[in-house]
């Protein structure tokens, strides 16, 4: 199985950018972040002219997840158990779904911002890694056995080589240790980021300051594979070409291997 992640920021306006990737890159199952649409509004057509299904979640024009596959859609889950909400009164952010494919369970999460270390929306990001780490715990606990991908942007850059100079962030989101903390968190229950053993690039440039041709970016966008199913990891790669050209997003797919 090939697997696939992608911040495409905005699938209406990327789909055809999309359906391309899948058929040139071989990919069976691919986890959509910040589509920015609602399930009504999800082009569906072009994905199943392809030969793929999909399932989607989306409430507004803000955040919203899907995953597309070619190797079957069954038990899907929106958000999951514990998942903290956002605002007063509280309301349902489209950041999770769970979708098995294939027999991986396959989780595509769009993982809050942060915006600043003093903001509110910094203690909801710490409060979802928590509550993720938490299930995923009990995913283990309930079937030690089980194939489960963790896939998505993560808005944490968990090492200082993951953004191209830490004298930018110093004071800033994404790279400060509870978040970093919080990443590896996922490590201390039984997962396992895979792709950064076969491949070292970042994964999004901002729109500004020509930060794509100064290769000015920030990898955080990851795969997290429990132990069943990163011991049948035999590859991953970054796309960083799907950066290019016009009509980009600002992000690009990150790619795994499974045998």
Known sequence: MRLATWN??????????????????????????????????FPLLPFEAAGYEVVTHGLSQWNGVAVVSR??????????????????????????????????????LYVPNGRTLGDPHYVYKLEWMAALKDAAREWLRADPDAQIALVGDWNIAPRDEDVWDMRVFEGATHVSEPEREA???????????VTRPYVDQYTYWDYKQLRFPRNEGMRIDF??????????????????????????SDHVPVIVDIA
């Open 71 to 108: 190797v079957g859609v069954a038990e899907a889950e929106v958000g999951f158990p514990g998942m903290p909400t956002w605002g007063e009164p509280a309301a349902a952010e489209a950041r999770a779904l769970g979708v098995t494919c294939g027999g991986v369970r396959v989780w595509s």
């Open 8 to 41: 495409v920021n905005s699938i209406r306006t990327r789909v055809d950018r999309v359906v391309a990737f899948l058929e040139r890159s071989g990919t069976d199952v691919l986890a959509l972040q910040e589509t920015k649409c609602t399930d009504e509004q």
């Open 183 to 193: 990443f590896r968190a996922l490590e201390d229950v039984g997962f396992t980021e």
């Open 223 to 248: 795969v997290h594979a429990s132990p069943e199913l990163s011991a049948h990891v035999v590859g991953a790669q970054i796309d960083r070409n799907e950066r290019k050209g016009k009509g980009a």
